[in-house]
Nanobody
Framework: QAQLVESGGGLVQPGGSLRLSCVAS????????MGWYRQAPGLQREFIAS???????EYQDSVKGRFTISRDNAKNTVYLQMNSLKPDDTAVYYC???????????WGQGTQVTVSS
């Protein structure tokens, strides 16, 4: 059964850093497009960053220059390095996998990121 499991969330002070990880199982990871999304209380889930199976990346404007998405196909893992965190980055962060070879999109269960002093 396909599964995405996020980790690395937590409480961090403004200006701090966190690295999120998402480990995939039972999907053709190297052929999958991977992305990070987030959802703050009362708001819709929003796109943060993506990396395709050809290593092309895209970012939401609000995180450009602060967040970096990367992947390690040998470990079936996608990462989100988050620097210069702001209180507005507080949300549940979700990992998503999609693409032609997957047949459908998959979501992880989410990991909480709280930026507060």
């Amino acid at each position: 059964q396909a599964q995405l499991v996020e980790s690395g969330g937590g409480l961090v002070q403004p200006g701090g850093s966190l690295r999120l990880s998402c480990v995939a199982s039972a999907i053709p990871f190297s052929r999958a497009n991977m992305g990070w999304y987030r959802q703050a209380p009362g708001l819709q889930r929003e796109f943060i960053a993506s990396i395709t199976n050809t290593l092309s990346t895209e970012y939401q404007d609000s995180v450009k220059g602060r967040f970096t998405i990367s992947r390690d196909n040998a470990k079936n893992t996608v990462y989100l390095q988050m620097n210069s965190l702001k209180p507005d980055d507080t949300a549940v962060y979700y990992c998503r996998a999609w693409g032609t070879y997957l047949g459908r999109a998959y979501w992880g269960q989410g990991t909480q990121v709280t930026v507060s002093s």
